[in-house]
């Protein structure tokens, strides 16, 4: 297979994407392993336990989305600068020591699993905080290969072309690589503790995310339909300020249970629900303009011949409704103060956390993977396969179909072992046998299979995209 790529920078990217698509699939099978622990608890006990699955399923989540960002960027950086990127080759030695950094990681999560509980666990086995376990070592190593990335982004924006969206991407990845760094220090309070983590859970992901995923989708447009850049830009700027804002005030909603002012409930609550607003809002703008240019209120029909690249547009407009529902409408409804003391810590937050990452980020990431093939492979017009259709359909509904099924058990804990037990222990085992939880999980495990089956279609469609003869070159 050749590459059609002209420049180094773009052909790291393709090394990123290949990473973060084997890092998607294992996080995708410790999904099911940990889905299958829920119904079937002696299942690889005190072999490969539910702990270990689960946090090795939310870490390679995080991962593979970090290996799809950072490509993206090298991915886009040559073509709205207009130059190779600066440093290329520190760049590919980040890679190389990321990589090299996240397979250690992963065997001792593996293989090794606990330790101790000592100064060297925290070091070398795992920090023990949720979501953010890597341990100390790697932590710094990720700082490290982040700011090497952003020396590239910096270096080259200054000596290139330097477009809105690099401009944004710049002012991104400074809180990219800081925000991290609050995630790398303990306190002896708990709360305080919980203060700090809740900046990389939440500003990390919600705030500096969601304006990088603006960012690609901008670009993305631009390179599909031939979007304005104007328009993109101005809908970016807006997201910039009702991101930064709605991601920092929106932190508030985090904060119920650690004794913050009571008005940083309704605060954090409603200014969370913003944060898809402006990326809607985007896609709505642009793809009104594109109907009117194309002619397709008046059914002239001249939308293919406008469009490059079918696949990742889908996947593109898919983000806008999955970011608006995941991030939105399920993170709404149970982040009210009122509504969260009962549903806090149960399957309505892992509902919200499925849907609003793959809807998110998982979409949009999806996308610059085929836009990352089409340029590999030379491919002028990429066309919808039967491939690219399975998968984005049976990814799409697995995770809807988890979604649901989440927020039906959780329905199920809230009513049983929230409002009429009082969050007891024995309330929590009686919950755990309720008939609307255990179907929940076992049609979460189902979905969760449909979602993994779409994965392999949408893996042989990248594969197979140089010899489909049904693209244009």
């Known amino acids: 297979m050749g590459n059609n790529l002209k420049f180094e920078s773009q052909k790291l990217a393709i090394n990123y994407f290949v990473v973060a698509a084997i890092l998607f699939g294992a996080q995708l099978v410790m999904g099911l392993i940990a889905a299958t622990q829920f ?20 870490n390679a989540l995080v991962v593979w989305m970090l290996y799809a960002m950072i490509g993206s960027v090298y991915y886009l950086l040559p073509e709205e600068t207009g130059i190779e990127t600066v440093g ?29 509980a000592s100064e060297s666990t925290i070091w070398l086995i795992n ?21 090497v990335f952003v020396f590239n982004l910096f270096a080259t924006a200054m000596k290139g072309n330097q477009t809105g969206i690099v401009t944004v991407l710049m002012a991104d990845v400074l809180a990219l690589a800081g925000l991290y760094l609050a995630g790398m220090f303990f306190t002896d309070n708990i709360s305080m503790d ?3 983590w809740w900046w990389v859970i939440h500003l990390w992901v919600e705030a500096t995310w969601e304006v990088f995923v603006g960012c690609l989708a901008a670009y993305g447009l631009i390179k599909i339909i031939g979007a304005r850049r104007e328009v993109v830009e101005m809908w970016l700027w807006i997201e910039v300020s009702m991101l930064f804002g709605s991601g920092i005030l929106g932190l508030g909603h985090h904060y119920f249970w650690i004794g913050t002012p009571e008005y940083w409930w309704e605060i954090g609550a409603l200014f969370s629900a913003l944060e898809p607003v402006p990326l809607v809002a985007m896609f709505v703008h642009v793809i009104y303009d594109w109907g009117k240019e194309t002619g397709l209120k008046e059914g002239h029909g001249t939308a293919e011949k406008t469009m490059n690249n079918s696949p990742a547009f889908a996947w593109f407009v898919t983000n806008a409704f999955g970011n608006f529902l995941g991030a939105g409408i399920w993170g709404f409804f149970h982040t009210l103060p009122q509504v969260n003391i009962y549903t806090h810590g ?3 937050t892992s509902a919200h956390g499925h849907l609003a990452f793959f809807g998110a980020y998982a979409t949009i990431l999806i996308g610059m993977f085929y836009l990352g093939v089409q340029g590999k492979n030379g491919i002028k017009v990429m066309k919808a396969t039967f491939d690219s259709k399975m998968a984005i359909t049976l990814i799409t509904l697995g995770v809807m179909g988890m979604t649901v099924s989440l927020t039906v058990a959780g329905y199920g804990q809230v009513l049983v072992e929230r409002a009429q037990m009082g969050a007891t222990w024995e309330a929590f085992f009686v919950s755990q046998d309720m008939v609307w939880f255990v179907q929940g999980l076992g049609w979460r495990l189902a979905t969760g299979i449909m979602t993994f089956v779409g994965f392999i279609y949408l893996v042989k469609d990248l594969l197979t995209t140089s010899k489909n003869p049904k693209h244009e070159r």
Do not use: C, N
Not at 47 to 56: E, L, N
Not at 90 to 114: C, D, E, M, P, S
Not at 136 to 143: C, F, N, P, Y
């Open 194 to 196: 919980q203060y700090w």
């Open 127 to 147: 920090e023990g905080r949720e979501y953010i376990e890597a341990p100390r070592w790697a932590d710094i190593g990720i700082v490290v290969v982040v700011l």
């Open 39 to 58: 119904l079937y608890p002696s299942f690889l006990f005190e072999i490969f336990d539910f702990s270990v699955a689960r946090m090795v399923h939310i």
């Open 346 to 348: 149960t399957q309505f």
């Open 88 to 116: 290329i080759k520190l760049g590919k030695l980040a890679f190389y020591i990321l990589t090299a950094a996240v397979t250690v990681v992963v065997l001792v999560y593996i293989l090794v699993q606990v330790g101790p």
